[in-house]
């Protein structure tokens, strides 16, 4: 901030002698100015206005990545097209055939927008031992849990975790709900 003219400085002496002598709040407000001056302290600084809160993302914007992600999905591996069919009566062989086009295209976007790890090291129906602090979120008990760690079972699952996200970002004014466009043609 620039230092005020001798001239502005004038002006503003003025005003707040005025102000002083007709406005009570006015005076309130500079009295600890006031009171710093007098007894040689440094004078207050004013408390800074709180930074208004950032506008809540909408829910379209909110989940707008994973709605993005659905959607490459479908394209490359028509995936809510295989889950929304009714496989009830279909032949195993078609179910098989259809699971094996969805697989090859699922793969491939999860292969190209994330990097997937493993949540444990040791392969299904090894045993393990669990200590005490184990990480709860990349490990989920099953079976008869009782006790307090360690604990020793068989990992029926190695869990995944995502160790990179790499998904485009959504553009401004697309409507991520769109999964895909119905498809007419002409």
């Known amino acids: 901030m620039t230092e005020p003219s001798f001239a502005q400085r004038l002006g503003m002496a003025f005003t707040c002698f005025f102000q002083l002598l007709i406005n009570a709040a006015f005076a309130r407000a500079v009295l600890p100015a006031f009171q710093a001056l007098r007894d040689g302290r440094p004078l207050p600084l004013p408390e800074a206005a709180p930074a208004a809160p950032a506008p809540a993302p909408s829910p379209e914007q909110a989940h707008a990545p994973a709605l993005a992600l659905l959607a490459m999905l479908q394209r490359d591996g028509r995936l809510v097209d295989f889950l929304q069919e009714d496989l009830t009566g279909a032949p195993d062989a078609d179910v098989g055939g259809a699971a094996r086009v969805v697989h090859e295209g699922c793969r491939r976007v999860l292969r190209q927008y994330l990097v997937l790890e493993r949540a444990r090291p040791e392969s299904e129906g090894d045993r393990v031992t669990l200590p005490v602090g184990f990480d709860a979120q990349r490990v989920r008990l099953t079976g008869n849990v009782t006790g307090s760690p360690p604990f020793t079972g068989t990992l029926r699952h ?9 998904l485009p970002k959504v553009a401004e004014g697309l409507d991520a709900r769109v999964l895909q466009a119905a498809e007419v043609e002409l």
């Open 158 to 166: 190695p869990g995944w975790v995502a160790a990179e996200v790499k």
